[in-house]
């Protein structure tokens, strides 16, 4: 299976929270990482975790790891269109820090 | 501050043909990174380099090669193009040799045909 895995799309209405998940593999990694990606642009780090954390909050994002469960979450508080976009997470292990990202989550914001 | 800068936008080669791509890092990066983003994927390592030494390679071909040159800027070359080669190709740079915060350039956008 794969290493990093999130589902593919989530619809919210403007001013929702919005919650995207994402499950890994390595038990080692070090790092967890939140990208966003707008259409037609490189991706832009949001967020990003070290493996003793259990939360970190930035504004309107909140990042939960559940490292037992290998289980990463990103909440974004009242969501806006701006918004839309595609959210990678991604991991990595110490030594190289390369990260390993997933599909990615294509978030659409609906009025 | 400029960002990471990456050109061309978009290419549009045939098979068998060869590419280069070119990356700046933000200024004061020392390390450069290459990402192949096929439509739908995420990103895919290909080389990290830092302070002109190849310090990481992903699972690529070796038509796939790059370097990096003293003022940190950075090439990516890709030999013997495939079909399968059509993708975003994405650099990042970072300040440290470990990227743990790395910044991404738009990307080049490259069609093999």
């Known amino acids: 299976g794969e290493d990093v895995e999130q589902s593919l799309f989530l619809s919210v209405r403007e001013g929702d929270s919005s919650v995207i998940n994402c499950t890994y593999t390595?038990?080692?990694?070090?790092?967890l990482y939140w990208y966003k990606q707008e259409p037609g642009a490189g991706l832009q780090l949001l967020t990003y975790i070290f493996s003793n954390m259990d939360m970190k909050q930035d504004q309107r994002l909140t990042v939960l790891l559940n490292k037992k469960d290998k289980h990463l979450s990103l909440r974004i508080a009242d969501t806006q269109t701006g918004d839309s976009a595609i959210y990678f997470c991604?991991?990595?292990?110490?030594?190289?820090?390369?990260?390993?990202f997933g599909r990615g989550t294509s978030l659409i914001v609906h009025p | 501050d400029a960002g990471v800068t990456q050109s061309p936008t978009h290419l549009i080669k045939t098979r068998g043909q060869h590419v280069t791509l070119r990356c700046s890092p933000i200024?004061?990066?020392?390390?450069v990174s290459w990402y192949q983003q096929v439509l739908g994927q995420g990103p895919q390592f290909i080389f990290q380099y830092y302070e002109k030494e190849e310090r990481g390679r992903g699972n690529f071909p070796d038509r796939f090669s790059a370097r990096q040159f003293p003022n940190y800027s950075s090439e990516l070359n890709v030999n013997a193009l495939l079909l399968g080669d059509s993708a975003l190709y994405l650099c990042?740079?970072?300040?440290?040799?470990?990227?743990?915060?790395?910044?991404f350039g738009p990307g080049t956008r490259l069609t093999v045909l």
């Open positions: 390595d038990s080692s990694s070090t790092y």
């Open positions: 991604a991991e990595s292990t110490g030594g190289s820090y390369i990260p390993t």
């Open positions: 990042a740079s970072s300040l440290e040799r470990t990227p743990r915060e790395q910044f």
């Open positions: 200024s004061g990066h020392k390390s």
